[in-house]
Structure formats: C-alpha cells, structure tokens
C-alpha cells in the first residue's frame, strides 16, 4: 500500500492561489483558412459577375425557355461561386467563437450544402416553363395569365416548395441543429463499476485508461463517466489490472456561478489537474493524500478540463471534489462537465442504477 509523504512532492504548486484567465477562444488557424478561402472566393465571383455582364445573359437566363441553357449554366457558375464566401463565413465564426464538436461542425458544414442545392432549385425552377410560366402568368410578370395556366399550379407549387425546403432545413442545421449532435447520445460510464451510470445529452467527462503508470501508448478502455469519485480498494477498473495503471479524464467545465472555487483531489497514487491549460494541482509520485488549488471562475464561461491519475501498487482511489461559492463540498458533478466542447444550453439526464434500484435527476447547464 501505498505511503503519502510530503516530503516527496515535486513541485510547490498545489494549493496556491490561482486565477484562471480564460483562454481567448481567437482561433489564428482557422482565422488564416478562412481568409485564404475569402481570398479565392473574390476571383471566384468576379468571373461569376463577368460572365452576367455580358449583354445577353441576364436576358437568357430569364426568359421561358432558359436560353437553350445559357440561363442554367450561368446560375450553376454563380451558386458555385458563393461556396468559398459561405464557407469563409462559417471559419470565421468558429475562429473567434470556437468550433463546436463534431457533429455540429458535420452539421453546419451539411447546412451549407443544403441550403446552395436548394437556392439553385429554387432560381433553376423560376427559368425553367413550369414555375415561371405558371407564377408569371398569376402575378402579370411578362405575360398574361391564361385559362390554362392553372393546369401548371400543382406540379409549380410542389417544385417550388421542394426548393425552398433546402435553405429552410439547411439554416435549421447550420444555426441550431439536431439534438443529437449538439448533445451526444447516452454512455456508459468505465470506472465506476458498482453503479452503471448512462448520461444523456454529453455529460460526463472522456476517460482513458492505460495498463502502465504513465499513460504510454494507447489507452485500453475508453469511455464517459459522469464525474471523478471512484474507490477501487485493492482492485482497478475492468479492463487493465489492480496495479500500475493510469487514467486520464479530459473535457470541458462550465460552472453555474461566479466566484472562488476550492478544487480538491483525493488519490491514492498520483495525481495531476489542469483548467484551461493551466497546472493546478501536480502531485505525481506514489502517496495517499488531499490537494487542494483554488479558482476564479465564471459562470456561463467554458473551461477546458484535464486531470490525470496513476495506481502504482496498494489501494486505489480517485475522487475530485470542490468548494463552491456558496460554501457547499461536494463531488464535482456530471452536470457541470460536458466531454465535448458544447455550443447551446443543454439539459442532462442522469440515470444510475444500484442495487437494482433506478435514480433519475434531470440537471441543465445554466440553471
């Protein structure tokens, strides 16, 4: 079993004062991607723009029967054209307010298409004979409405409501997107093997667990647990052995109030926690023990989050805790973690079961 001894620590860093600066969340990479994308999309349009000032285009592309498709391939070239613009847009934005997980870049990257496809539908159907027939005819735009427009009306509405459904789905996905990507779907945590706890909504934290001390090479098992509070005693998570292991819990902490936080590790061996990059606790040699590093913290910011722990032999235990504002201790809870960067508020549902008993709380990020 493992012995804690003060005198071994390797740094004088624990439990010293510590305010977190949040990290600009100025992304400089993707900053430069979207400039040079902006930058190809200027010449990009400005062929676009040379190919409608010639004499006769706006006047093909506009009449009844597409100008033998002069009027479709100059729309196509100009949709075309817009691409590098809409995807600079999108850089931009996720340089200087952050890029969101996965699915919600996947998403928003959907969305774009989404929406270009369905305003070329939409410009293609208005100089195709059917939809500009039938709703010049009805509104007097270059021509009078006939008797026998109306047998245009169905196949006209149905083509024009299939094109408008792009840019109405399309902004859906790129502005607020499904649940599911802006929230990921339930998980099973890894090392807390008494009680199986599922995590909807993307609480919790990413967990790594490596058969060495120091987390070398690939990691073994790998998952979402809700929080850091597990008591192993003599034995170790499933999948590694009782002895020299590691473990890395890593993702982001949004606190719900503002002030001075106490953050509190109890480990048995050694531990290391950081927040926003920053080195708060460093305790990494064999030992039982409580470190303690205090905070400034925001609510509604996003702190990227990362503790680290090892078992070399003995006992095993890893359990973080904190202070909050108001006085409570408690273990730092799966509502106030979330395992991918989230971009919306989101509402978690924590199901445990012990004992053969079911225990259901619904939490949400910013309450």
């Known amino acids: 079993m493992s012995t804690y001894s003060k005198d ?92 969101p997980n996965e699915a919600r870049a996947a998403e928003q990257i959907g969305g774009i298409h989404l929406t270009h496809i369905g305003l070329l539908l939409f410009w293609l159907c208005f100089v195709g004979s059917t939809c500009f027939t039938w709703w010049g005819g009805m509104f007097g735009i270059g021509m009078e409405p006939e008797g026998w427009y109306w047998a245009l009306f169905i196949p006209a509405l149905m083509l024009t409501a299939l094109a408008l459904q792009g840019p109405f789905w399309g902004l859906f996905l790129i502005f607020h997107g499904t649940e599911g990507a802006r929230n990921h779907s339930t998980s099973e945590a890894v090392t807390q093997p008494e009680t199986v706890v599922q995590i909807n909504c993307g ?23 809700p929080n850091i509070d597990t008591n192993w005693g003599g034995g170790g998570p499933s999948g590694v052995g009782s002895d020299q292991f590691s473990i890395r819990w890593s993702g ?56 680290e722990y090892y078992e070399n032999g003995g006992q095993a235990k890893a359990k973080l805790r904190w202070k909050k504002p108001d006085g409570t201790f408690e273990i730092v809870p799966c509502s106030v973690f979330s395992p991918t960067k989230p971009d919306t508020p989101s509402t978690v549902v924590l199901q445990a079961v012990k004992s053969g008993e079911v225990f259901t709380d619904r939490l949400n990020w910013w309450d």
């Not at 927040?275 to 470190?291: A, C, P, S, T």
């Open 8 to 99: 071994s620590k390797p740094s004088g860093g624990t439990g010293e004062y510590v305010k977190v600066s949040k990290a600009a969340k100025f992304d400089s990479g993707l900053f430069v991607a979207a400039c040079i994308t902006m930058f190809i999309g200027v010449f990009w349009m400005l062929f676009a723009l040379t190919v409608w000032g010639i004499p006769w285009m706006w006047e093909q592309a506009l009449s009844s029967y597409a100008g033998w498709g002069w009027g479709e391939l100059a729309i196509l070239l100009t949709g075309i054209a817009l691409y590098p613009w809409c995807y600079s847009t999108l850089l931009f934005t996720w340089a200087f307010w952050g890029k």
């Open 203 to 225: 609480g919790g934290l990413v967990s790594e667990i490596w058969d060495n001390k120091d987390l070398s090479g690939d990691p073994k098992v790998s998952g979402v647990d």
């Open 252 to 307: 982001f902490l949004l606190p719900r109030e503002t002030g001075s936080y106490t953050l509190e590790t109890s480990n048995d061996d050694g531990v290391r926690l950081w927040l926003d990059g920053q080195l708060l606790i460093d305790e990494w040699y064999d030992q039982v023990g409580k470190h303690q590093a205090t905070a400034e913290l925001e609510a509604g910011e996003i702190y990227e989050f990362r503790m």
